[in-house]
C-alpha cells in the first residue's frame, strides 16, 4: 500500500510585537510639525533672517577676505597682487616698532579701561544721591559719549594749547607752566587718554547707575541695622551685587578702547614719532598712507585674534567669578 504523504504547510510569518506609540522598528517616522512650530519658525526667519544676512554680507565676508587680502603683497588701488603666504605676518613680527606700537597699545588699554571703571562708578555714586538737579548733572555726564570723536578731539585740542589754551591758563594761574601736549612724547598719550576718559565716562556711568539702583534697598537696611559702616555695606554688599554690571563692562570698553580711532586721528595722527600709534591706528597708517592693503590686512587680522583671545578669557575665566542674583 502506498501512504498519501499530507503537504507540508509554510509556517505563519513571525508577528514583531510592536509597542503603542511607536513606530516598527526599521520603518523611519515621518512627523508634520504643527502649525505652532510653523509659525514660530517662520516668526524667527522674518525677525532675524535680515540680521544673519546683514552680518554674513558686512561683517563676516570682509572678515574672510581680510585673511585673504593678508597673504598678498597688495598695494591699494594696484590691479596686480602677489601671493607671500605669512610673509606679512613675519616682517609685522619682525619690525623693530612693533615693540613699542604693542606697548602703547597696553598703556592706553589699561589706562582707559581702569579708569572708566573707577571714574565711572565714583560719578554713578555721586549721581545716585538725591540732589536738586539730579536729572539735568545725569544728562550732561553722558552727553560726550554720543558726540563725535573727530569733534572732541579738535575741541581739547584748544583747551591743551600750551600758549592760549584754557589749561594751559589755569596752571599759568597756580604758578606752572603748561608742557607741550603735541610734541613731548609721554604728554601726547596722557592728553589722549585723557580725552577718551572724558568721553566714555558717562557711558559707564550710566550703566553703573542703573546696576546700583537695582541694589535691593532691604540689604542696606539689614547691614545698617548690624552696625555696618557706609564703606563696609558698599564693599561687602553694592560691589558684589555689581559685579555682573563690571564685567560687562570691563568687556565693552575693553573692546571700545582697543578700537579706538578718531581721538587719534584728530588730535595727535599718532605722533610725535609713534608715541601715541596704536594697533588700530597702525592699521590705517598702513592701509590708507603707505597704501600697503596687504601688510594693514595682517595688522588688522593679529587684532581680531587679540580681541578674541582677550574676549575667550574673559568669557571663560572672569565670568566664573561673577555672582549673578
Same mark, same amino acid.
Given at each position: 500500500m502506498t501512504s498519501v504523504s499530507s503537504p507540508v504547510r509554510p509556517a505563519p510569518p513571525e508577528r514583531r510585537r510592536t509597542i503603542p506609540g511607536r513606530a516598527p522598528a526599521g520603518r523611519a517616522r515621518f512627523t508634520r510639525p504643527s502649525p505652532r512650530a510653523l509659525r514660530t519658525w517662520l516668526a524667527f526667519l522674518l525677525l532675524a533672517g535680515p540680521n544673519v544676512v546683514l552680518l554674513l554680507v558686512f561683517v563676516y565676508r570682509p572678515?574672510?577676505?581680510?585673511?585673504?587680502y593678508s597673504t598678498l603683497q597688495w598695494n591699494m588701488g594696484?590691479?596686480? @597682487? &602677489?601671493? +607671500?603666504?605669512?610673509?606679512? #605676518? *613675519?616682517?609685522w613680527f619682525q619690525d623693530p616698532t612693533t615693540a613699542d606700537v604693542m606697548v602703547t597699545t597696553g598703556v592706553f588699554m589699561v589706562a582707559t579701561v581702569g579708569g572708566s571703571l573707577?571714574?565711572?562708578?565714583?560719578?554713578?555714586?555721586?549721581?545716585?544721591?538725591?540732589?536738586?538737579?539730579?536729572?539735568? @548733572? &545725569?544728562? +550732561?555726564?553722558f552727553?560726550? #559719549? *554720543?558726540?563725535?570723536?573727530?569733534?572732541?578731539g579738535m575741541l581739547w585740542l584748544f583747551i591743551f594749547d600750551p600758549r592760549y589754551g584754557l589749561l594751559s591758563a589755569g596752571l599759568r594761574a597756580i604758578g606752572l607752566d603748561s608742557p607741550d601736549w603735541y610734541t613731548t612724547s609721554p604728554w601726547a598719550l596722557v592728553m589722549i587718554i585723557v580725552v577718551y576718559l572724558w568721553k566714555n565716562v558717562g557711558y559707564v556711568a550710566l550703566i553703573y547707575l542703573a546696576g546700583l539702583q537695582a541694589v535691593p534697598l532691604e540689604l542696606k537696611q539689614a547691614a545698617a541695622l548690624d552696625g555696618a559702616s557706609s564703606a563696609r555695606t558698599f564693599r561687602s554688599i553694592v560691589l558684589p551685587l555689581l559685579a555682573p554690571t563690571t564685567f560687562f563692562l570691563t568687556v565693552t570698553t575693553l573692546l571700545s578702547s582697543l578700537q579706538s580711532f578718531d581721538i587719534i586721528q584728530a588730535m595727535t595722527k599718532g605722533g610725535p614719532l609713534g608715541s601715541t600709534t596704536t594697533l588700530?591706528?597702525?592699521?590705517?597708517?598702513?592701509?590708507?598712507?603707505?597704501?600697503?592693503?596687504?601688510?594693514?590686512?595682517?595688522?588688522?587680522?593679529?587684532?581680531?585674534?587679540?580681541?578674541?583671545?582677550?574676549?575667550?578669557?574673559q568669557l571663560r575665566f572672569v565670568e566664573k567669578k561673577v555672582h549673578y542674583a
Open positions: 572678515l574672510l577676505q581680510s585673511f585673504y594696484s590691479p596686480t @597682487a &602677489r601671493s +607671500v603666504g605669512l610673509g606679512n #605676518y *613675519v616682517e573707577v571714574l565711572g562708578l565714583g560719578l554713578a555714586l555721586l549721581l545716585n544721591r538725591r540732589l536738586k538737579g539730579r536729572g539735568f @548733572a &545725569r544728562t +550732561v555726564a552727553a560726550p #559719549y *554720543v558726540l563725535s570723536g573727530v569733534a572732541v588700530m591706528y597702525q592699521i590705517y597708517e598702513e592701509g590708507f598712507v603707505t597704501g600697503r592693503a596687504g601688510y594693514a590686512s595682517a595688522v588688522a587680522t593679529i587684532l581680531f585674534l587679540l580681541l578674541l583671545v582677550v574676549t575667550v578669557v
